[in-house]
């Protein structure tokens, strides 16, 4: 049997393609608490819970902050977004353990490394 195709057909599943982005991003965050100094993760169960938590709170806060913040996403052409990230991957940050965000700088570097990540991603595939 073809792998891809029986990838694709689980990727192509509304939970099927959420549990697989959540898999990513935790190898993401684990991929840049190796890259960068300020991210500390203790192993890879720990990258995917906060990649699981982070998506909860996206959908949540994320979704409050974006809107509370329109108007300056407005004028700094949606790249503000990237500070809301920031303030949420700090929030996240705060209440897990094993997951260290050092502070708003390296959370905001943190921030853009996943929307750049996310972005090829979906070029890629999803």
Do not use: C
Request: charged share 10%; net charge neutral.
């Amino acid at each position: 049997m073809d792998h891809y195709l029986l990838l694709d057909s689980f990727v192509s599943g509304g939970i099927g393609r959420w549990l697989f982005k959540i898999l990513l991003n935790g190898l993401a965050i684990m991929s840049a608490a190796y890259l960068m100094q300020g991210v500390k993760v203790t192993d890879l169960a720990r990258a995917l819970i906060a990649s699981f938590v982070l998506a909860l709170l996206n959908s949540t806060l994320g979704a409050v902050l974006d809107t509370l913040t329109y108007p300056v996403r407005f004028v700094t052409l949606g790249l503000f977004s990237l500070v809301v990230d920031a303030a949420v991957i700090m929030v996240a940050s705060y209440f897990l353990k094993g997951f260290e965000v050092r502070n708003f700088g390296t959370a905001f570097w943190l921030a853009v490394l996943l929307a750049v990540f996310n972005t090829v991603l979906h070029w890629i595939y999803l």
